[in-house]
């Protein structure tokens, strides 16, 4: 008795350390190639001091996590990003995507981005630069962003199924003081429903001072937002009239992608 006891919660706290660990990991990829201190990570998750450390050696030991020597920040490791090279194999958007967005970039002369929702994040999969002589690079690939913050983190937000945006916007809300640009909740309600009135997305100066962006959702064969596109420029270059024409434009993209993602392709 008192041995399968102990075996049940040996297995509860590895499930427990799995998901800790996940949740640094994620804290990292949000900061890119710069990195997190100990402090800050401790801070964001709500986990004690001494526990994000043990994790953290335990990652750096399977190469999921590497500290720089410099600043002694941490940062993902080579395995997570082998890792992600397989999963790219089933779940990477970026090959079929790219015949459509490449194009795009050339065509309005702005940053075209590609992102995919992770559970409440929104994650730049890919970055098309146009031949804007000012280039607006606010994200980088692989980095994260709370969905809502971000046209194409507000695009998928506002158009997931009802109950799911409601509890996602209620917890967003909750812990938009964590984040850069954090919406309280009625800010994110009507950034919702402006959205879903207009079937876009678009923020001027929320996350990046002087910076504009106009996103459209990806939407699965089961009209589930997958994915989003998104246009971003400098403020001077977002005027109403050509707002109007991104969104057009970018909805017409959209369509063409999910066809030929539905075609296999």
Excluded: W
């Amino acid at each position: 008795m008192g041995g399968k006891a102990a075996r049940n919660e040996a297995g509860t706290g590895d499930v427990g350390t799995i998901e800790r660990a996940v949740q640094l990991m994620k804290h990292m990829a949000t900061a890119g190639r710069r990195g997190l201190p100990l402090t800050r990570l401790a801070a964001d998750t709500g986990l004690p001091y001494s526990t994000v450390h043990r994790l953290l050696q335990r990652l750096i030991q399977q190469r999921m996590v590497v500290q720089k020597e410099a600043n002694k920040r941490y940062l993902l490791g080579p395995l997570a990003f082998e890792l992600g090279v397989a999963a790219s194999m089933s779940f990477d958007l970026r090959e079929p995507c790219r015949r459509y967005l490449l194009p795009l970039a050339e065509e309005v002369g702005d940053t075209v981005y590609l992102t995919v929702r992770s559970g409440a994040d929104a994650v730049c999969l890919d970055r098309y630069e146009g031949p804007s002589p000012v280039r607006v690079l606010t994200l980088e690939v692989g980095s994260r962003r709370p969905l809502g913050l971000g046209a194409g983190g507000l695009a998928m937000l506002a158009f997931l199924p009802e109950e799911e945006r409601e509890g996602m916007i209620v917890g967003l809300a909750a812990a938009g003081g964590q984040a850069k640009g954090g919406l309280s909740e009625s800010e994110l309600r009507t950034a919702v429903a402006r959205c879903r009135k207009n079937g876009y997305a678009f923020i001027r100066n929320q996350v990046n001072p002087g910076v504009s962006a106009v996103g459209v959702p990806l939407f699965d064969s089961l009209d589930q937002p997958i994915a989003a596109i998104s246009v971003a420029a400098i403020d001077g270059r977002m005027g109403p009239a050509r707002i109007q024409s991104l969104a057009a434009i970018l909805q017409t993209r959209a369509r063409a992608i999910r066809k030929a993602l539905n075609a296999g392709g």
